[in-house]
């Protein structure tokens, strides 16, 4: 017999992260080699565009794991849009994720009333679609690939 609980616990939220965590890594590899490197936690990435008076015009928050870049927020104020801002944010995420992190991939998640042509003009593939979440919209997994390989042997070329 088990007695099932409801209701916010973040001591057994944690206990369970670290036991979930602790049970993938013992049935992975590729997670076993990346405890105590710098891969294992993930890493803040904000870019900020702030308009003459100091404003938040627009910005980006995600995050780096491994060798991906993770974009949660991508938004620019209605005055901005359509002046390649949001496209300099993402840019310049793709950039630091690349140059200073390693990064090889980018992912996001984009409804479709909001973004996903957007990415897609700027090398997105949709990979996952998941209709009525929440219900009357679908949602957007979208990836990209950061770093090309060169053809004569395989070594990143850095580019996008």
Known sequence: MF???????????DLLRRRLRDTN?????VLRALRGTSGERERPLHVWAL????SLAGGLVGHTWTTWLHVTYLWVDEPHRGTGLGSHLLAQAERIAREDRGCLNSRLETWDFQAPDFYKKRGYEVVCEIPDYPPGIT?????????????????PSGGV
């Open 25 to 29: 890594t013992a049935a992975s590899a």
């Open 51 to 54: 308009d003459e008076t100091g």
């Open 139 to 155: 949602e957007y997994t979208l990836t990209k690939r950061l770093r090309r390989f060169s053809p004569s042997g395989g070594t």
């Open 3 to 13: 007695r099932i609980e409801t209701g916010v616990d973040n001591d057994r939220r």
